[in-house]
């Protein structure tokens, strides 16, 4: 098996580093339109999952525009990156490959979410948290998108 085939792994792990829940949003998205995971993904199996990380993801797009929201980088903000690159690197793995897959997506992420964050406080400083924050959003979610759709495969 190639290590290419681990690739969505790792890129996965890289949007869960600036926006935790878009991979699981992402997932869901897909699981919603009929698509299928490499490795497997039980947990958005169940409509409460979906719908939830769907929710969830929405609302860290709006959360990350306040003045209050926390840095990335804190306890639960990391916890939240681990868990979401974890279960989405698993899942974008060649069956087989799922441990692999979540530990690429994890060592991805959490080191990445120090680097977006010293990214984002520049682009803060230059043109403001909303707007920042809104190119940003753009980018991680087209990103996630794309990872998602080009591993994913119809049922």
């Known amino acids: 098996m190639k290590t290419s085939s681990l690739l969505p792994s790792v890129l996965i ?5 600036a926006r935790s829940m878009t991979p699981m949003a992402a997932l869901a998205t897909a699981r919603l339109a009929g698509e299928r995971t490499p490795g497997k993904l039980v947990l958005l199996d169940h409509p409460l999952f979906k719908f939830g990380a769907l929710a969830m993801g929405v609302g860290e797009l709006f959360g990350d525009k306040m003045k209050s929201a926390p840095d990335r980088t804190v306890f639960l903000g990391l916890l939240a990156r681990v868990m979401s690159a974890g279960i989405a690197g698993a899942a974008l793995a060649p ?12 060592g991805t ?8 964050l010293a990214g984002r406080k520049k682009a803060m400083a230059r043109i403001g948290q909303t707007k920042s924050g809104l190119i940003e959003d753009a980018l991680i979610v087209a990103a996630g998108a794309a990872v998602v759709g080009l591993t994913m495969r119809r049922r």
Not at 100 to 106: I, K, M, P
Not at 109 to 116: E, I, N, Q, T
């Open 95 to 106: 069956k087989g490959r799922e441990k692999t897959g979540a530990a690429l997506a994890v």
């Open 109 to 116: 992420a959490v080191p990445l979410a120090y680097l977006g």
């Open 13 to 17: 792990g890289a949007v869960a580093s």
